[in-house]
T-cell receptor, first 114, second 115 residues
Framework: GQQVMQIPQYQHVQEGEDFTTYCNSS?????IQWYKQRPGGHPVFLIQ?????EVKKQKRLTFQFGEAKKNSSLHITATQTTDVGTYFC??????????????FGKGTLLTVNP | EPEVTQTPSHQVTQMGQEVILRCVPI?????FYWYRQILGQKVEFLVS????????KSEIFDDQFSVERPDGSNFTLKIRSTKLEDSAMYFC?????????????FGEGSRLTVL
């Protein structure tokens, strides 16, 4: 079945440093979504990317969707302590055409040293 | 702002007991989901529900699991005979038009501990 891989599993940075997490799918994706989960919390939607090669920005966060629609990245510029949490990518498979299942990656846990 | 609500927030049960986790999705949403997250691990898909029937389920969702929408607002997950490995956080989520077109709105989760 569809697998979504994410690296790194953990990332510890000093406040002000940049952070990037990478996501790779075993199958071509219809779309990819990114979620943030604070410690002890629930996943909260950040963004959805649909088009091949799409780039979207939210303040210090930059999201990219690969040309082949199989990979994606999230980059945070100048991290702050409020960025702490686990960042998950999640995708729907293009060829299964599933509107019913979002498959999550394992997530990247970001910790920020003030 | 509308939100998905889940009860109970924490349930402790003995192995072999039945558990029902309850969810109230956002009122105008049509697609409902259950996910689970074992501590420190990824968010795993269990089942999706649309038009009063299961639309997709994972290999985790075996005969011990069932879902129901008993009325116009509640969406429940039942585990018939709990096992130790069912201990996890269970998240309910809803979505207006399906995940191809938009985000999942998650509840705060129900933590299940099986002793």
């Amino acid at each position: 079945g569809q697998q979504v891989m994410q690296i790194p599993q953990y990332q510890h940075v000093q406040e002000g440093e940049d952070f990037t997490t990478y996501c790779n799918s075993s199958t071509t994706l219809s779309n990819i979504q990114w979620y943030k989960q604070r410690p002890g919390g629930h996943p909260v939607f950040l963004i959805q990317l649909v088009k091949s090669g799409e780039v979207k920005k939210q303040k210090r966060l930059t999201f990219q969707f690969g040309e082949a629609k199989k990979n994606s990245s999230l980059h945070i510029t100048a991290t702050q302590t409020t960025d702490v949490g686990t960042y998950f990518c999640a995708g729907t498979s293009l060829f299964r055409g599933s509107n019913y299942k979002l498959t999550f990656g394992k997530g990247t846990l970001l910790t920020v040293n003030p | 702002e509308p939100e998905v609500t889940q009860t109970p927030s924490h349930q402790v049960t003995q192995m072999g007991q039945e558990v029902i986790l309850r969810c109230v999705p956002i009122s105008n949403h049509l697609y409902f989901y259950w996910y689970r997250q074992i501590l420190g691990q990824k968010v795993e898909f269990l089942v999706s529900f649309y038009n009063n029937e299961i639309s997709e389920k994972s290999e985790i969702f075996d005969d011990q699991f069932s879902v129901e929408r008993p009325d116009g607002s509640n969406f429940t997950l039942k585990i018939r005979s709990t096992k130790l490995e069912d201990s996890a956080m269970y998240f309910c989520a809803s979505n207006p038009n399906g995940v191809e077109t938009g985000e999942l709105f998650f509840g705060e989760g129900s933590r299940l501990t099986v002793l």
